[in-house]
């Protein structure tokens, strides 16, 4: 059992930038592959960022590459999402995401989800 929580979202303007964090419980954390998802307002949930087990792949939806970078740190059982030049689209709650593999996250095969927290961009 994976439990997930979320922190760094909040308000920000176009342009600027925001770092959230996915802080995991549970020693099998370095097991799995970790990922963002984000849902915004009248649209569904859409993949955004993931990062194998060991670090070494990560996938990115095109609208975010350049500008997003997913990491981790196994030994603070934390995932990371660095987002910067940030658009109002990017308005939306994010959830992190845990599963067997990046291929899975990208097929929304997750096995654990966070709460989310919600980030704003204003134009």
Request: charged share 15%; with cysteine.
């Given at each position: 059992q994976v439990q997930l929580v979320?922190?760094?979202?909040?308000?920000?303007?176009?342009?600027g930038s925001l770092r959230l964090s996915c802080a995991a419980s549970?020693?099998?954390f370095s097991r799995y592959a970790m990922g963002w998802f984000r849902h915004a307002?009248?649209?569904?949930r859409e993949f955004v960022?993931?990062?194998s087990w060991m670090g070494r792949h990560t996938a990115y939806v095109d609208s975010v590459k350049g500008r997003f970078t997913v990491s981790r740190d196994d030994a603070k059982y934390t995932t990371?999402?660095?987002?910067?030049?940030?658009?109002?689209?990017?308005?939306?709650?994010?959830?992190?995401a845990a599963s067997v593999s990046v291929r899975s996250l990208s097929d929304y095969k997750v096995d654990y989800w966070g709460q989310g927290t919600q980030v704003t961009v204003s134009s």
């Open positions: 979320e922190s760094g979202g909040g308000l920000v303007q176009a342009g549970g020693s099998t307002p009248g649209k569904g960022a993931a990062i990371y999402l660095q987002m910067n030049t940030l658009k109002p689209e990017d308005t939306a709650v994010y959830y992190c």
